[in-house]
């Protein structure tokens, strides 16, 4: 059971894409979502960030239904409203009308007061040689750790 930290995580959209810019969002969630949440349950994998209604809004976020004994279902992939000052919206919308920028849910968390938090990035689409020069780059940064390692 997680207190507060990590809930979720989208490892694979830092591998997926360039993350330009962070930002901070609260997640309007009912109770049952909130306890599934705070189980770590929930998935991030293909899930997306976008405007509806002049609003933004969590697409495709698997939040199991929770298995405690509560009445009141709910959707799992149901859109969930992300909470942003209007600035905030604008900006992140104009970023998203771009060529090739996608808003990516990066991860859901916990804040110090217990409030669910959704880490939103604004990210450019890596093509394939730029995936494998992070692999390499990760692999080189292991090897030299390893050595510096070895010469004490």
Not at 39 to 60: I, K
Request: proline share 3%.
């Amino acid at each position: 059971m997680i207190a507060h930290g990590l809930a979720a995580q989208n490892r694979k959209a830092r591998y997926d894409y360039a993350i330009k810019q962070t930002v901070e969002a609260g997640i309007v969630l009912r109770g049952p979502e909130v306890k599934s949440l705070r189980l770590g349950r929930a998935t991030l994998n293909e899930a997306w960030a976008g405007e509806r209604d002049g609003e933004m809004y969590l697409f495709n976020c698997y939040i199991p239904e929770y298995q405690g004994g509560v009445l009141s279902r709910f959707e799992p992939r149901a859109p969930r409203k992300l909470l942003l000052k209007r600035k905030q919206i604008n900006e992140l919308l104009g970023a998203a009308k771009r060529d090739g920028i996608t808003l990516v849910p990066l991860d859901i968390h916990f804040n110090a007061r217990g409030m669910a938090k959704v880490t939103i990035g604004v990210g450019q689409g890596k093509q394939k040689a730029d995936k494998r020069a992070a692999i390499a780059e990760r692999d080189w940064q292991r090897d030299k750790a390893r050595l510096m390692r070895a010469k004490g």
